[in-house]
């Protein structure tokens, strides 16, 4: 089973930046297209975006233009570089990924959250 842990969060100033990180472990087949989630109080989780394994991105409109994401095949990461943070994206984010597993499964990983906060 393929495990996830997100780094990175943190309390930011409207205006400022924040990387997160997520580094996936265990064994898998393949690890398919990776995703940033969030989950602000009181709301559904929502994708913020996603990377496809060629690299192949794709934002919610909301992020589009200062919100980053990027990955490491080799070494089983992703990354969401943020930038122009509005006090709209504080959230829990959480990364998600779609495993292949070695009998071929597919399954979903999720990772347990990193809280961004910002402060306007």
């Known amino acids: 089973q393929v495990r996830l842990v997100e780094s990175g969060g943190g309390l930011v100033q409207t205006g400022g930046s924040l990387r997160l990180s997520c580094a996936a472990s265990g064994v898998a087949f393949s690890i398919n297209a990776m995703d940033w989630y969030r989950q602000a109080p009181g709301k559904q989780r929502e994708l913020v975006a996603t990377?496809?394994?060629?690299?192949?991105?794709n934002y919610a409109d909301s992020v589009k233009g200062r919100f980053t994401i990027s990955r490491d095949n080799a070494k089983g990461t992703v990354a969401l570089q943020m930038n122009s943070l509005k006090p709209e994206d504080t959230a829990v984010y959480f990364c998600?990924?779609?495993?292949?597993?070695?009998?071929?499964?597919?399954?979903?990983?999720w990772g347990q959250g990193t809280q961004v906060t910002v402060s306007s």
């Open positions: 998600r990924a779609q495993v292949t597993n070695l009998s071929r499964q597919e399954y979903i990983s």
């Open positions: 990377i496809q394994s060629d690299g192949r991105p």
